[in-house]
């Protein structure tokens, strides 16, 4: 049964009688929150709830920012399983174009883009998906992603996409470009290997081999997923916040604002 949040720093007792807070960490005053925002993008599980919002729900918003924000001339909506299903569902909501699944995931493969090597991600991603051909032959597909992070399992499934009769293949990835190292414990090391970096991505859509790619933008992410919040406190303002002060997300592998010091 669902009870609440933890919040940041606070240490909880559960025992059979009650759940009890013996401490909290309090933030220093005026510092806002940083709750890391790839969490909403890619990391937690749609029925996750943070900051009182369901993570699915962010997505789905996420999805619909992005229609407003990049539209397309297609035919139908689909997307890369399965984080990105709810921003895909989003898009076509808000395009009046069908939702329609082109890819099925093996289950027994894990997350490519934590595998320690390119070698490994590349064999992943081989033996990630099979394509649903009839639902897509001849027609024009916009794909969407939730992150593009090296670039490694973008293009292949364009290619089998075309291979299997798509007309024309459209991306649409619904977070921004990831240009920094995350220094809070993601496997994302060096600059270097971020294809936002590289000198590809200034004809990304030809490298990967779609018709068009667009992000979401920075802004757009972040009203997706403090739109809930900001109208909760709005609609109630005696509402404890879930987060004390001011109301803040990590941007950092986004932006490069990071929300602590840096020590080297």
């Known amino acids: ?15 059979r009688h009650d759940v009890q807070t013996l ?6 005053e005026g510092d806002p929150s940083a709750f890391c925002i790839f ?18 729900s962010v997505r789905k918003r996420c999805g619909q920012q992005l229609a407003i924000e990049a539209p ?10 399965e984080s990105a299903t709810p921003a895909a569902l989003g898009y076509a909501q808000k395009c009046g174009l069908p939702y329609v699944e082109v890819l099925c995931k093996n289950r027994y493969v894990g997350r490519t883009f934590i595998q320690p090597n390119m070698r490994l991600r590349q064999l992943g991603v081989a033996k990630k998906f099979g394509v649903l051909s009839d639902n897509f032959k001849g027609k024009r597909v916009v794909i969407i992603d939730d992150s593009i992070v090296r670039g490694n399992t973008i293009s292949p ?28 414990g993601i496997n994302i090391p060096t600059k270097e290997e971020l294809i936002a970096n590289r000198p590809e991505f200034h004809d990304l859509a030809n490298y990967i081999g779609a018709d068009s790619v667009v992000y979401l933008s920075v802004e757009g992410l972040v009203s997706s ?27 950092a592998c986004l932006t490069g604002d990071y929300p602590v010091e840096l020590e080297w």
């Open 1 to 15: 049964r669902y009870y609440r949040e933890v919040l940041p720093g606070e240490i909880v007792k559960i025992s």
């Open 23 to 28: 401490d909290v960490v309090r933030r220093l």
């Open 39 to 56: 969490e909403y993008v890619y990391f937690a599980r749609p029925d996750s709830i943070f900051e009182g919002q369901m993570v699915y």
């Open 72 to 81: 397309v001339e297609a035919d139908l909506v689909s997307t890369v399983p």
């Open 157 to 184: 499934i364009i290619k089998l996409l075309r291979e299997s009769g798509a007309k024309e293949v459209h991306i649409r990835v619904a977070s921004p470009p990831i240009r920094f190292p995350c220094y809070m």
């Open 225 to 251: 997923v403090q739109e809930s919040i900001k109208a909760r406190q709005d609609n109630n303002p005696k509402t404890p916040k879930s987060f004390t002060g001011k109301l803040g997300h990590c941007t």
